[in-house]
């Protein structure tokens, strides 16, 4: 599975939109960048996931550049409430693939006020 | 629609012992996997199970075993306990023939081995 890079934390006001990077660049082809996030005390939360096309939610936007080997999370109008760890993950397209998820030490998102 | 949910939330055990923790799927999802999660880490794959079967697993000894129940509920069982054991278990489950289903977390044991 391809490694991602991200930074180690991350300060954002609330109201703002928070852009979080992510370096995937020896991914593959058929590998799928998937976010997600864990708010102290609870477990992972799925957010957004995608293959080369940029991809909006109701939680957040992902932008994956042309060549894929980065992406950005934008969260629109960030809150106190999104204050978590943000994970990057590449998965592999394909059934059993699945349950390996590879996490990183992921980046630790601050809200001010 | 109920989540994952697992139990029990908080457990405190001995070295030696055995623990026993449990998952139940978010309806509608077949397979469940296992995560362990170290204080300041991310999670670590221990396995997942899928028709009642081992599928995958990561890096973790034997003393780390599982089950699958027919309504699709799991097991992770954990034998001769070692203080290093202490962690946040995390159960995820997902369908696994819908491509790119993206697995769905419940809240976590938080084991704590003195």
């Known amino acids: 599975d391809a490694k991602t890079t991200q930074p180690t934390s991350m300060d954002c006001a609330e109201g703002r939109a928070a852009n979080l990077p992510c370096n995937h660049s020896?991914?593959?082809?058929?590998?799928?960048v998937y976010w997600y996030r864990q708010i102290h005390s609870q477990g992972p939360q799925y957010i957004i996931h995608?293959?080369?096309n940029n991809e909006t939610n109701e939680m957040a936007s992902l932008i994956i550049t042309e060549d894929r080997k980065s992406s950005t999370l934008i969260l629109p109008h960030a809150t106190l409430r999104d204050t978590a760890v943000y994970y990057c993950?590449?998965?592999?397209?394909?059934?059993?693939?699945?349950?390996?998820?590879?996490f990183g030490q992921g980046t630790i998102l601050t809200v001010h006020p | 629609d109920a989540g994952v949910t697992q139990s029990p939330t908080h457990l405190i055990k001995t070295r030696g012992q055995q623990v026993t923790l449990r998952c139940s799927p978010k309806?509608?999802?077949?397979?469940v996997s296992w995560y362990q999660q170290a204080l300041g880490q991310g999670p670590q794959f221990i396995f997942q199970?899928?028709?009642?079967?081992?599928?995958q697993r990561g890096n973790f000894p034997d003393r780390f075993s599982g089950h699958q129940f027919p309504n699709y509920s799991s097991e992770l069982n954990v034998n001769a306990l070692l203080l290093g054991d202490s962690a946040l278990y995390l159960c995820?489950?997902?369908?696994?023939?819908?491509?790119?289903?993206?697995?769905?977390f419940g809240d976590g044991t938080r084991l704590s081995i003195l």
């Open positions: 993950i590449v998965i592999p397209a394909g059934g059993t693939s699945y349950g390996k998820l590879t």
């Open positions: 020896t991914i593959s082809g058929n590998e799928y």
């Open positions: 995820a489950s997902s369908f696994l023939r819908e491509e790119n289903q993206p697995q769905h």
């Open positions: 199970y899928y028709e009642e079967e081992e599928r």
């Open positions: 309806s509608g999802h077949d397979t």
């Open positions: 995608g293959l080369k």
